[in-house]
T-cell receptor, first 107, second 116 residues
Framework: GIQVEQSPPDLILQEGANSTLRCNFS?????LQWFHQNPWGQLINLFY???GTKQNGRLSATTVATERYSLLYISSSQTTDSGVYFC?????????FGQGTRLTINP | GAVVSQHPSWVICKSGTSVKIECRSL??????MFWYRQFPKQSLMLMAT?????????EQGVEKDKFLINHASLTLSTLTVTSAHPEDSSFYIC????????????FGQGTRLTVV
C-alpha cells in the first residue's frame, strides 16, 4: 500500500532561520503534494511536485522520485509560517497523508 | 487554483441524529472525491474514495453503513454521518481532484462536527 512518512514531527526555530522538512514515500506513490494547514483547518496547496524542483517566494520543494523522497524548504522563516505542514502521496487512486511536521517559528 | 466548497463549516447535533456534509467542486468537474477525518493534533485519515456514479470505496475499518457517501454528480459528493455518537465528533474534510492537468487535489474548508 501507499506509505508516506514525514520528519521531523516537530520543529522549533527562531524567526529568520531556514527550515527543511522531509517526506519519504513508498514505491506506489506516483505524485506528491505539499500542504500547509492553517489554524482553522484549511489545507493550503503549496506544491504539486512529482519530481524536480519548484519555487514560490520563500518556499521551494524538491522531489527526487528515484530515491523516494521530497524536501520542503522555507527560507527566512517568519512567525506566520507556523503551523502544520503535510505531504501527501497519490497512488492507486488514493491520496494518503503523512503525519505532518508541526513548525513553530518564535519571534 | 480550483475551488472546493464544503458545507457546513461546523455543526452541532444530538446523539442519534444524522448529519449531512456537502462537498462541491465549483469550477471544475471532479470524477473522484476523497473524504478524510482528522482528530486533534493528528493527520488526515482517508475514510473513502468517492467516484461519480458508482459506490464509494471505503478504507479498512470505516463503517460504510455509518458513513454514507453519495457522489451523484461530477460536482457534488455528500457524506452522511448516520446515528451520530459523541465519538464521531471530529473534523471532516473533502478533497476533489482537477483532472484537467496536472491532477492536483484541492480541499474544502472542512466541517467540524460535535455530537452532544
Amino acid at each position: 500500500g501507499i506509505q508516506v512518512e514525514q520528519s521531523p514531527p516537530d520543529l522549533i526555530l527562531q524567526e529568520g532561520a531556514n527550515s527543511t522538512l522531509r517526506c519519504n514515500f513508498s514505491d506506489s506513490v506516483n505524485n506528491l503534494q505539499w500542504f500547509h494547514q492553517n489554524p482553522w483547518g484549511q489545507l493550503i496547496n503549496l506544491f504539486y511536485i512529482p519530481s524536480g524542483t519548484k519555487q514560490n517566494g520563500r518556499l521551494s520543494a524538491t522531489t527526487v522520485a528515484t530515491e523516494r523522497y521530497s524536501l520542503l524548504y522555507i527560507s527566512s522563516s517568519q512567525t506566520t509560517d507556523s503551523g502544520v505542514y503535510f505531504c501527501a502521496g497519490i497512488g492507486a487512486q488514493k491520496l494518503v497523508f503523512g503525519q505532518g511536521t508541526r513548525l513553530t517559528i518564535n519571534p | 487554483g480550483a475551488v472546493v466548497s464544503q458545507h457546513p463549516s461546523w455543526v452541532i447535533c444530538k446523539s442519534g441524529t444524522s448529519v449531512k456534509i456537502e462537498c462541491r467542486s465549483l469550477d471544475f468537474q471532479a470524477t473522484t472525491m476523497f473524504w478524510y477525518r482528522q482528530f486533534p493534533k493528528q493527520s488526515l485519515m482517508l475514510m473513502a474514495t468517492s467516484n461519480e456514479g458508482s459506490k464509494a470505496t471505503y478504507e479498512q475499518g470505516v463503517e460504510k453503513d455509518k458513513f454514507l457517501i453519495n457522489h451523484a454528480s461530477l460536482t457534488l459528493s455528500t457524506l452522511t454521518v448516520t446515528s451520530a455518537h459523541p465519538e464521531d465528533s471530529s473534523f471532516y474534510i473533502c478533497s476533489a481532484t482537477d483532472h484537467r492537468a496536472p491532477p492536483v487535489a484541492f480541499f474544502g474548508q472542512g466541517t467540524r462536527l460535535t455530537v452532544v
